[in-house]
């Protein structure tokens, strides 16, 4: 839901700073692959009950995430540097869910389980749209150029890393903010259902 306003404040910014990475000769791929080892080091630091440092790799992990894009965009953008990106997405999505639960799993195991459960429904619900969509030839740049069809939201990456940040923040508030935030990505991806019955009829 809050990805377009955002974009539309980093995009100039990460633009700028990709082009000129990109004429250093740095890779997109690179800067992806980097973006995960920041976030699973996170993941780490928050299954040690470091949640402040956790929270500060957070922070780098998706600045990464955004500046793979922008170096792709002033370089060469590859089929497979979008499927690299959407897979380590979703990595870094369960490894942080999964560090709260191991640092604390009798206190935060269930409501752990039930985020990675939205996140894997709502995954779900987001890849299936897009790969039909790429079978009907349909297109959208809601969310800027992408490598697949990018459908929107109430749960998107900017409501995602809020989350993160906050459980960082107020550890012992996990429970009740990954109950929460499950729901609204359930909420999410019942919507997306709606949106594909609606896209998605026979002869259309």
Avoid at 57 to 68: E, H, N
Avoid at 90 to 110: C, K
Wanted: aromatic share 12%; charged share 15%.
């Amino acid at each position: 839901m809050l990805d377009g306003a955002l974009r539309r404040r980093l995009d100039p910014i990460l633009n700028r700073l990709g082009a000129v990475l990109a004429s250093r000769g740095l890779s997109a791929d690179a800067i992806t692959m980097c973006g995960l080892c920041l976030g699973l080091a996170a993941a780490v630091l928050v299954a040690w009950h470091l949640y402040f440092a956790g929270a500060f790799l957070i922070l780098l992990s998706r600045f990464c995430d955004g500046l793979d894009g922008a170096v792709a965009r002033a370089s060469r953008k590859t089929d497979f540097g979008g499927f690299l990106d959407i897979v380590l997405d979703f990595a870094f999505y369960g490894a942080i869910p999964l560090a709260f639960m191991v640092a604390d799993p009798a206190a935060n195991g269930l409501a752990g389980g039930l985020l990675l459960f939205a996140f894997y429904v709502n995954g779900a619900s987001f890849l299936a749209f897009a790969a039909i969509a790429e079978k009907r030839a349909l297109s959208t740049e809601i969310r800027g150029a992408k490598s697949i069809y990018f459908t929107t939201g109430l749960a998107e990456a900017t409501e995602t890393i809020a989350v993160f940040l906050a459980c960082c923040l107020f550890p012992h508030w996990f429970p009740v903010l990954a109950a929460l935030f499950a729901v609204l990505c359930l909420y999410t991806a019942l919507s997306r259902i709606v949106l594909a019955r609606f896209t998605f009829r026979d002869g259309q």
